[in-house]
């Protein structure tokens, strides 16, 4: 018998390999081209974002990983996805890019280095047999790489072998320097036309994902762990129209909706209580949705739950209004936070007027509303977040960019300061919008907002 080469990614239970099976697999395979006409999808769109950062940082080796896999557990890894901004600047999404490398040479040529497709030549040259014996980039393991070809004609960047990749003293990594990644995430700040395409697929596909979790709504009810049941069945949407869902779904029943980022997501349904539903299909092409509705599970709005909703809906409403180019990107949630503070001023709840605690040396409504009211969406569910503050958090509005706006109250279940009837309630109401000339366009509105329309759909999806 054989050993194994050291190069193969093989594991202690793999079964060895014989010369004579060696050799025998080496050979007498039939060609499988690719589709000479394949292109990246918004092919079109790469070379002159490539252009751009080269135009940033002249006479200078830019590198751009796509990243590497992650061990999930002992020899099993995370599926790969790669870093957004390789993926903005090459169109490649795939699970087939673990370890590849974007370089933008001084001269502003770009290059791909790439593994290129296992060679089914058996018993020759380094990597022998990796097509069917290396679990980590076997073709049989894992599926089928361009060539080198076949990669070039698929993005438009010529391509070479990752193992000739050796960047140059002083190049600028992606990651690692400040300045490169700052100026990667602003460069997407503002969406192209066929990037809001893209996510409003990605909302599209959500919203189905919303009716097929209410229509599930009774057999999820049944199950012990009826948290889970919704999260199942909205994945199985996502992952069927799309890559996947665009970050771990919150299905938070009762109290669990007051945890911001609820994603055990292991409790039981209970008629009487609301569901907090955060989720979002990511495309094929990596762009996210991000998309709330807190629904009664009964199908209706209790007095209290309707007191709640009705409060978080106008905040929400504030926020949208405030929405268009040349607003501070604050001013939605300063809207936001108003509405809301002042509505809880008028139930008695803050110890303080609305406009006392409005003051940013004071902020007590923040005990109920914790967290900011939205953020910029894109090939990654919070986009551009390595942006510089001047041009994100205190930047002002564009045309072109896309962002949620998502007020929410969480009334926690041991806090004192709240009437009993009010505790254990959260509430979170997130839209999509894209900033246009006149102010913004909804790109969720096919799904309800206001509560009527809430329990109309519920009754009529669920018959």
């Known amino acids: 018998m054989t050993s194994q080469p050291a190069e193969l990614r093989t594991v202690s239970h793999d079964l060895p390999v014989s010369p004579a099976l060696d050799t025998y697999m080496g050979g007498h395979w039939a060609p499988t081209p690719a589709p000479v006409g394949d292109r990246v999808p918004g092919f079109a769109h790469f070379a002159g974002r490539r252009a751009r950062l080269a135009a940033r940082f002249p006479g200078q080796q830019l590198v751009i990983r796509a990243g590497k896999l992650k061990v999930r557990s002992n020899d099993c890894d995370h599926r790969f996805r790669p870093y957004s901004a390789y993926a903005w600047l090459t169109g490649l999404t795939g699970e087939d890019q673990p370890g590849h490398v974007l370089v933008i040479e001084p001269d502003g ?3 791909l280095y790439v593994r290129p497709r296992s060679p089914r030549d058996g018993g020759r040259g380094e ?3 990796e097509f069917f014996r290396d679990r980590r980039y076997g073709e049989f393991w894992v599926g089928r ?5 076949e990669a070039t004609r698929l993005t438009g960047v010529r391509c070479a072998h990752l193992d000739g990749f050796a960047p140059a003293h002083g190049a600028r990594h992606a990651g690692h320097d400040p300045e490169l990644t700052s100026f990667l995430s602003e460069l997407r700040l ?4 066929w990037e809001v395409e893209q996510i409003q697929l990605a909302v599209d596909h959500t919203v189905t994902g919303f009716e097929d979790v209410v229509r599930a709504l009774p ?3 049944r199950h012990p762990r009826g948290e889970r049941w919704i999260e199942g069945v909205f994945g199985l949407r996502a992952r069927a129209e799309g890559n996947g869902t665009a970050y771990d779904t919150i299905a938070a029943s009762g109290a669990h909706a007051c945890v911001l980022h609820w994603i055990r997501n292991d409790g039981p349904l209970d008629p009487g209580q609301l569901l907090l539903l955060d989720a979002g299909v990511e495309t094929d092409s990596l762009y996210a949705a991000d998309v709330t509705r807190t629904l009664p599970l009964s199908g209706r709005f209790s007095p209290v739950q309707r007191q709640v909703y009705d409060l978080v809906l106008a905040a929400q409403d504030a926020g949208i209004a405030a929405l268009k180019p ?3 990107f604050r001013d939605f949630h300063l809207e936001c936070s108003r509405v809301l503070a002042e509505g ?3 139930w008695g709840v803050l110890p303080v007027p609305a406009r006392e605690s409005l003051r940013a040396d004071s902020g007590l409504h923040r005990r109920y509303t914790l967290c900011s009211s939205g953020h910029m969406l894109g090939l990654d569910v919070h ?6 503050a001047e041009q994100y958090l205190d930047g002002v509005l564009e045309e072109g960019q896309v962002l949620t706006v998502e007020p929410g109250l969480y009334l926690q279940p041991d806090d004192e300061t709240l009437p009993r009837e009010l505790r254990g309630i959260g509430v979170r109401i997130e839209d999509d919008l894209v900033i246009t000339s006149e102010g913004a366009r909804l790109l969720s509105g096919a799904l309800p907002r206001d509560a009527v329309a809430v329990e109309e759909w519920m009754g009529a999806l669920l018959g």
């Open 127 to 129: 990597g022998r047999g």
């Open 326 to 328: 040349g607003a501070s």
């Open 190 to 193: 503002v969406k192209d036309a």
């Open 344 to 346: 809880l001023a008028d």
């Open 383 to 388: 986009d551009c977040a390595q942006a510089r």
């Open 109 to 111: 040529e770009a290059v």
């Open 219 to 221: 057999t999820a009810l």
């Open 145 to 149: 790489r361009p060539d080198l070809a």
